[in-house]
């Protein structure tokens, strides 16, 4: 299966962008949880959202909560991240990633073993 990120480019402060992450190929494994991560240049990657498929629940990072919202669309394997006041600190390369079960680490890299190509947010001051 597939992660083709998209949505990502050049704003300014205070604007909004709508990331999309989209699965294909073997779309009949559901995945349990699909997560967006960014990586900024010279800093490692970071956990900035989480989207548990079967009870819908969200998680958010601190640094995003009340800016940033995760969302799905079941029908076409697909999940948005909501950028709204981006700040310029926001500036970095934003990846989707997936694994079929949900888990409570959910904010570490290191539990996901699908990736999409990642898109790039900048946001100027």
């Known amino acids: 299966v597939q992660l083709q990120a998209s949505g990502g480019g050049l704003v300014q402060a205070g604007d909004s962008l709508r990331l999309s992450c989209a699965a294909s190929g073997r779309t009949s494994v559901s995945y349990g949880l699909m997560a967006w991560f960014r990586q900024a240049p010279g800093k490692e990657r970071e956990f900035v959202a989480a989207?548990?498929?079967?009870?819908?629940?969200?998680y958010h990072a601190d640094s995003v909560k009340g800016r940033f919202s995760i969302s799905r669309d079941n029908a076409d394997h697909t999940v948005y991240l909501q950028m709204n006041k981006l700040k310029p600190e926001d500036t970095a390369v934003y990846y989707c990633?997936?694994?079929?079960?949900?888990?409570?680490?959910?904010?570490?890299?290191?539990?996901?073993?699908?990736w999409g190509q990642g898109t790039q947010v900048t946001v100027s001051s």
């Open positions: 990633a997936a694994r079929i079960h949900f888990s409570t680490g959910y904010y570490a890299s290191e539990q996901y073993a699908n």
């Open positions: 989207y548990r498929w079967g009870t819908r629940a969200t």
